[in-house]
């Protein structure tokens, strides 16, 4: 390796693509700074007038809040649930040995073939007859069912490794299978918990299609649904847009800055050794 | 959002916090529209407010959803048991599939001959599906051209000229010649397009042939008369006098392109008067220089044809909707609240007697064009049901494009009436 | 905290690595196992089985199952001009996924793999996108597109040219839709390079420098190789993320202009959820189903079954 110009190519380089990329972040996030009419000859640059009453009236009004609150119950009970869910059935999987194992395991992990798009016809008529349609329930339980897949085998693999005297000597002290997933496994692997909790979180935050099918009052809107409806609103209004989709950017990148050891290895444990 | 809207969410959050006996003594209305216009909203919450000082024991709650949303959601939304009781309907052939669906409640026992005549009976013909009426109409609307006086001086063009549609198309020659973009358009939702195919339809086919196809009598939309409608309107295209990126641009991009002086003509309904000012860059919209004329008559078509072209909308009701909410719709049908909402919130009721009541000149013009009118015909996509109306946009989208002749639009058109049927 | 302490022991035990086996347990087993069971075979098997069979019918979704049609949506998908464009377009996706996402992603990943000053910064830089939501990233570029206030017609003004209304134009739309698509995804194809080349024993390195091999050699000749796994699975991951896009079309096209920029889910959405299809809809996700099926075991079969 040419060691003396490496660094300095390797500089220009980055900086250039970190340039590119961040250019509709700092737009968007300027743009909602701008006036209506200087955003249309004056796009990119920092603002010759700093307006503060598109971050302030989107900050002050209820319906911001309201949208990442829906978000954020959604989000909190998806993570839950699919923890509880298939954390058990990981252990069941990783250390009970019972008939018809292998087959229950591939059948689950069907899941990860296909996409929510393929059956959300049915899948709306059943939440229908379910009486969940328009409820936080009837965007969890899918998310949930269709994230099994992806939790249950990070978390076998992870299961898988713990050590096999741990068992042994729980078994001497009379333990059951209850107390020692609750009391030794779960314990033993918060690491893979919080990185199944944190992919999980960040998919059923950024998620689309199913609130767009399943929800359908604004009070129960998740945020993606609320800058839909706001942006039909406010069509040609775009600093107010730019405005209030740089707020709901800042919690996701929040979480990058706080729990990116987790999202790193949820992507890239789940993916190389998967 | 409205201080009263952040009222009614401290209201609920405090109601959820009292005890559940507290809640349950109101009966909730939900209301669902699309109206964009913050003092069309107004008066609608007001009507609400009304209401419930005179039922304390019902809480009327408004919910807005977009335009484009709307439609997009209501075949999913009428799945669910909290549909909203009340919401917006263009009649036609959507409100056909939602009775055939079992989804609407039908309110003909409700509709006294008092009520019926206090609007026009005939507009109640356009929510009735088999002889029983399943909504209210409460709106009318008319199809015209918007245009800007300043510009149209501009390019030298005689107002006068603009009866007839060789008038129009010289008009847009001159406009071009001048450097002034002639038309604004927001052709991503489809439908404002459909406006110039269906207004020329009315000039050169009537109502009677429309009616003749969607009867499957004849030649149906391959009727010549329907493929000259498709080749006026590709004629105008082959003059590309809409604004640059007009495919993508949404309806509210277009009221701000004309709005701010950008482009002379907007072919649009009455409600987009409002809006023109409202999305402009400056909020104030064209003020002294906004005109409005007539769609031209084609002298190829129907001699001196008298039919205009607009929408009759109305309140239609889920079928679980409990009496109250029919009753709510019934006070806000009142005489009274309809010339409140015509003359505060711009919306024309089609009533007997509406024009005198209005204060505006111009809708005053726009109330009497519709009663003198001799056929007020609906929009042509929402007689179709869903599916064919989607196929039509599309159709004339193509042939806004160029991508389909006329005779293959009339066509495409017939076969897809044909499929659905 | 707690988490720290807890990785250490698990770290300090994984070194035994002897699986942990528990016997007689199928009750218990069955008992853990129920819930997700339950939830999976309702909410997930069930629908797509149900799916199959509304894919034979013509049904607007109120009221009973419709009428019994055989395999008329399916013709009628086959031959409906939106879905071949559909189907195209995600033909695209994967192509330029693989010839401009995937490289980038793998040239930034070498360049950031080691530790240097500020290496944190770019990585958050580069993987941002990524975690952003796809509806958030399609109303900022519908933004940037926009021919009045976009910032692609500003740069052009400022270079003294007129910008083409890129997402107005039917040609041009689809393009405009794959640079967001590499914009918004080469970062996670990024992090995963760079485990993978983490995971590159230092060693083989070494022996490629004492061998007096260049920058560029070792990166060919030794690095691309070693990656071969990696670079499989990112593959793997941009088709199955081109069958499931939709998220970002709708706020940046909803399909248009003139269902240019459709894809087989947006397809799927407008032209059988929007229209209250469901046996046309269905349908287009038994399609859906059987693509991303037979693609999954054939590409684990072919190419991933060393890895």
Same mark, same amino acid.
């Given at each position: 390796m040419r060691v003396n110009a490496f660094p300095v190519i390797r500089y220009a380089v980055l900086i250039l693509a970190a340039v590119l990329v961040a250019i509709p972040f700092v737009t968007t996030l300027l743009g909602g700074f701008k006036s209506l009419g200087e955003l249309r000859v004056?796009?990119? %640059?920092?603002?010759q007038v700093w307006e503060l009453k598109n971050y302030a009236s989107i900050l002050g009004g209820p319906r911001l809040w309201q949208y990442l609150i829906n978000s954020l119950v959604i989000a909190g009970l998806t993570v839950a649930l699919t923890l509880v869910v298939s954390s058990m059935a990981a252990f069941a999987f990783a250390q009970i040995k019972f008939f018809g194992s292998g087959w229950l395991l591939n059948y689950l992990l069907? $899941?990860?073939?296909?996409?929510?798009?393929?059956g959300i016809l049915p899948l709306f008529i059943k939440l229908r007859d379910l009486g969940l349609l328009d409820t936080y329930w009837g965007v969890v339980l899918p998310q949930v069912a269709f994230g099994l897949g992806f939790a249950i085998l990070l978390m076998r693999q992870a299961f898988l490794a713990l050590p096999g005297e741990l068992w042994e000597s729980a078994q001497v002290d009379g333990c059951s299978y209850l107390r020692f997933f609750l009391q030794v496994t779960l314990p033993l692997s918060l690491p893979i918990l919080s990185t199944v909790g944190v992919i999980t979180l960040i998919n059923s935050w950024n998620n689309y299609l199913l609130p767009l099918v399943v929800i359908n009052s604004d009070a129960n809107y998740p945020w993606p649904l609320g800058i839909m409806q706001y942006r039909g609103e406010y069509g040609t209004e775009w600093s107010l847009i730019l405005a209030f989709v740089t707020l709901t950017i800042v919690p996701a990148v929040l979480l990058y800055v706080f729990a990116q050891k987790y999202i790193i290895a949820g992507l890239t444990g789940g993916a190389v050794k998967g | 959002m409205s201080s009263l809207s952040k009222f009614r969410l401290a209201l609920s959050l405090s109601a959820a916090l009292l005890t559940a006996s507290a809640a349950s003594a109101q009966e909730v209305v939900n209301w669902v529209h699309i109206e964009q216009n913050p003092d069309t909203v107004r008066v609608f919450e007001e009507i609400a407010a009304g209401y419930e000082a005179l039922h304390p024991d019902v809480d009327i709650k408004l919910q807005y959803l977009e335009n484009e949303a709307y439609k997009a959601r209501l075949p999913t939304m009428l799945q669910s048991n909290d549909a909203p009781d009340i919401f917006y309907s263009w009649g036609g052939g959507v409100l056909a599939e939602q009775v055939k669906g079992g989804v609407l409640r039908d309110i003909s026992a409700s509709v006294d001959d008092a009520w019926k005549t206090s609007i026009a009976p005939s507009a109640f013909g356009a929510f009735t599906v088999d002889g029983k009426i399943y909504g209210v109409p409460v709106r009318t609307s008319l199809v015209g051209f918007f245009y800007n006086k300043k510009l149209f001086a501009q390019a030298g063009i005689d107002e006068a000229s603009l009866g007839t549609w060789s008038g129009l198309m010289a008009a847009v020659d001159k406009l071009e010649a001048a450097g002034i973009t002639p038309m604004a358009l927001g052709g991503q939702e489809g439908w404002p397009q459909h406006f110039y195919f269906s207004y020329l339809a009315i000039r050169t086919a009537g109502h009677e042939k429309l009616n003749a196809a969607l009867a499957g009598e004849?030649? $149906?939309?391959?009727d010549p008369a329907f493929v000259q409608a498709f080749q006026l309107l590709a004629d105008l295209s082959a003059k590309n006098?809409?604004?640059? %990126?007009w495919q993508a641009a949404t309806t509210g991009d277009s009221y701000a392109k004309f709005g701010n002086g950008e482009a002379a003509m907007l072919l649009q309904g009455d409600w987009a008067r409002a809006s023109t000012a409202t999305e402009s860059a400056s909020g104030?919209?064209? %003020?002294?220089d906004l005109g409005w004329f007539a769609f031209p008559q084609v002298e190829t078509g129907i001699v001196d044809s008298k039919e205009t072209f607009g929408g009759v909308n109305g309140w239609i009701f889920f079928k679980d909707a409990s009496d109250a909410a029919v009753d709510f719709v019934r006070y806000y049908s009142s005489r009274e609240n309809l010339i409140k909402l015509a003359n505060e919130g711009y919306q024309i009721a089609p009533m007997p007697g509406m024009a005198d009541e209005l204060k505006d000149t111009w809708q005053k013009m726009v109330a009497q064009t519709i009663e003198a009118s001799a056929f007020h015909q609906n929009f042509y996509n929402v007689m179709f049901s869903e599916e064919v109306n989607r196929e039509l946009l599309d159709i004339v989208t193509s042939v806004v494009t160029g991508d389909r002749t006329a005779e293959e639009a009339a066509d495409a058109l017939q076969t897809a009436w044909e499929f659905s049927h | 905290m707690a988490m720290a302490i807890a990785e250490k022991i698990g770290a300090l035990y994984t070194r035994a690595n002897k699986p942990l086996r528990l016997s007689r347990g199928t009750t218990t087993a069955l008992i853990f196992i129920l819930p997700a069971l339950l939830l999976f075979t309702t909410l997930v098997i069930l629908p797509m089985a149900e799916a199959a069979s509304f894919s034979f019918y013509e049904w607007g979704g109120y009221g009973d199952v419709g009428q019994f049609v055989g395999l008329k949506n399916y013709q009628r998908m086959f031959s409906h001009p939106v879905f071949s464009r559909a189907l195209f377009n995600n033909f695209l996706i994967i192509v330029v996924s693989i010839l401009v996402a995937l490289p980038l992603a793998f040239l930034l990943a070498v360049l950031v793999a080691d530790k240097f000053k500020g290496v944190s910064f770019f990585r958050a830089i580069f993987f941002i996108p990524y975690i952003l939501a796809d509806v958030a990233a399609g109303l900022i570029w519908r933004f940037l597109y926009?021919?009045?206030?976009?910032v692609v017609q500003f740069v052009a003004g400022l270079f003294g040219f007129t910008a083409p209304y890129l997402l107005a134009d039917r040609d041009l739309a689809m393009y405009a839709v794959l640079a967001v698509v590499v914009w918004k995804y080469f970062g996670l194809h990024m992090i995963i390079y760079i485990a993978g080349l983490q995971s590159i024993p230092r060693e083989v390195l070494e022996a490629a420098r004492i061998d007096g091999a260049s920058w560029w050699d070792t990166l060919i000749r030794v690095i691309v190789p070693m990656m071969g796994p990696t670079i499989r699975l990112t593959v793997f991951f941009s088709i199955i993320g081109s069958l499931q896009f939709f998220d970002l079309i709708m706020p940046l096209t909803g399909g248009g202009p003139q269902n240019s920029t459709q894809t087989l889910v947006s397809y799927l959405y407008n032209f059988g959820i929007v229209r209250l299809n469901i046996g046309f809809g269905s349908a287009v996700g038994v399609f859906l189903f059987l693509v991303c099926v037979v693609f999954a075991f054939s590409y684990r079969r072919l190419l991933m079954a060393k890895d």
């Open positions: 004056n796009p990119l %640059g920092l603002p069907l $899941g990860l073939l296909f996409p929510v798009a393929t | 004849g030649e $149906g939309f391959r006098p809409w604004q640059e %990126g104030q919209g064209l %003020g002294d | 926009d021919g009045q206030y976009g």
